[in-house]
């Protein structure tokens, strides 16, 4: 995947961590779909998406407090009504500054939509 400027950047604190002192997984998750999202709006700011799918996310690296953490995201593929979004997380460390680790990667398929929530054409 190439480098650009992340989707999301931010500095994970301690209301965000589990009993082992590190980041929870379900906080990096949240952010990966909010990374998606702002991904497969780029193509129309004003199409409404809906997350529908996630591929198995394993976590390479843990996160810990104060670590700078950025979702980077590309768009992979995109059909009719979905988009699918391919998510990298990179953490650089507090502790260790310039020290960058890949913590994960996530392919996210999003579905546009109606008001009433019905799949629509992606407008181009």
Known sequence: MKRSDPAIRVVLMP??????????GGIILSYIDQAGVIEARKHNPSDRFV?????EIIFKEPVY????????AETIKIGDSSIKVQ???EAERRKSPGLKVIVTHAEA???CIDQSGKPI???R
């Open 87 to 89: 998510i990298t997380v």
């Open 65 to 72: 407090v104060g670590d700078i953490v950025s979702f980077y």
């Open 51 to 55: 997350t529908v799918a996630m591929k």
């Open 109 to 111: 398929v999003y579905v």
């Open 121 to 123: 054409s992606i407008k």
């Open 15 to 24: 209301r965000d961590t589990n009993e082992m002192g590190t980041i929870f």
